[in-house]
C-alpha cells in the first residue's frame, strides 16, 4: 500500500502559468515533508519542505501548502519556467531522525515555451 | 548547500561478477547514510539506512547478501552488488544526512547495466 501517492503521472503546463503538483499520504505519523526535482540520470535535488506544524512555506517561486486534516500537500510553482520540466517526488517523513522516509511515484512536469 | 557524490558514475559489468558504488559527503558528516534504487519510470526505492560504524538496516526484499553496505566513516558508504544479474541493471542512488536527519543531500546516481 502506497503511503505517498502522486496520483498525476505527469503535468503540462505553459511558461509562465501556475505549475500546480499535488500529494496525498496515508500514514498520519508523518510530520514532515519535502519536495524534490530530478532530472534524467541525476539524483532527485530537495526544493521545499514543510512541518506539520505549519501549512505553508515559501521559497521564491515555489510554495508547499499542507492540509493535514486532508492528508493533502500540494507545490506550487509560480511563475513556471521551462527549466522546471523535471520529475517531481513529493516525501514524507517521520520521527527525529527522518525514520520511515517514504517517496511518492513523482509527476513529471512539463513546462511549454 | 550539501555535496555528495557517488562513484562510479555509470558502469558496465558481466554477468557474475562484483561491482562496488562509493557514495561520499564532501563537506559534512553523514552520520546517516542511504541507498536507493530507482527502476524505469518508478519512484525510488529505499534499499537500506546506513549509520555509520554500524551494520545496515535493509528493507522488506531487499537481498542483504547481495547488496552489501558498509559506512567505515562518516563520509564514505559503499554498496556493493555481489554477483549481479542482468536484472540488477539500475540507477542507484545514495543520500546522506547529518545531525538534521530532515533534509537528505542526494549524490548524482550510478547507472549499472550488468551483460
Known amino acids: 500500500d502506497q503511503q505517498v501517492k502522486q496520483n498525476s503521472p505527469s503535468l503540462s503546463v505553459q511558461e509562465g502559468r501556475i505549475s500546480i503538483l499535488n500529494c496525498d499520504y496515508t500514514n498520519s505519523m508523518f510530520d514532515y515533508f519535502l519536495w524534490y526535482k530530478k532530472y534524467p540520470a541525476e539524483g532527485p535535488t530537495f526544493l521545499i519542505s514543510i512541518s506539520s506544524i505549519k501549512d505553508k512555506n515559501e521559497d521564491g517561486r515555489f510554495t508547499v501548502f499542507l492540509n493535514k486534516s486532508a492528508k493533502h500537500l500540494s507545490l506550487h510553482i509560480v511563475p513556471s519556467q521551462p527549466g522546471d520540466s523535471a520529475v517531481y517526488f513529493c516525501a514524507a517523513s517521520e520521527g527525529n531522525y527522518g525514520q520511515n522516509f517514504v517517496f511518492g511515484p513523482g509527476t513529471r512536469l512539463s513546462v511549454l515555451p | 548547500g550539501a555535496v555528495v557524490s557517488q562513484h562510479p558514475s555509470w558502469v558496465i559489468c558481466k554477468s557474475g561478477t562484483s561491482v562496488k558504488i562509493e557514495c561520499r559527503s564532501l563537506d559534512f558528516q553523514a552520520t546517516t547514510m542511504f541507498w536507493y534504487r530507482q527502476f524505469p519510470k518508478q519512484s525510488l526505492m529505499l534499499m537500506a539506512t546506513?549509520?555509520?560504524?554500524?551494520?545496515?538496516?535493509?528493507e522488506q526484499g531487499v537481498e542483504k547478501d547481495k547488496f552489501l553496505i558498509n559506512h567505515a566513516s562518516l563520509t564514505l558508504s559503499t554498496l556493493t552488488v555481489t554477483s549481479a544479474h542482468p536484472e540488477d541493471s539500475s540507477f542507484y542512488i545514495c543520500?546522506?544526512?547529518?545531525?538534521?536527519?530532515?533534509?537528505?543531500?542526494f549524490g548524482p546516481g550510478t547507472r549499472l547495466t550488468v551483460t
Open positions: 543520500s546522506a544526512t547529518n545531525y538534521r536527519a530532515y533534509e537528505q543531500y
Open positions: 546506513s549509520n555509520e560504524g554500524s551494520k545496515a538496516t535493509y
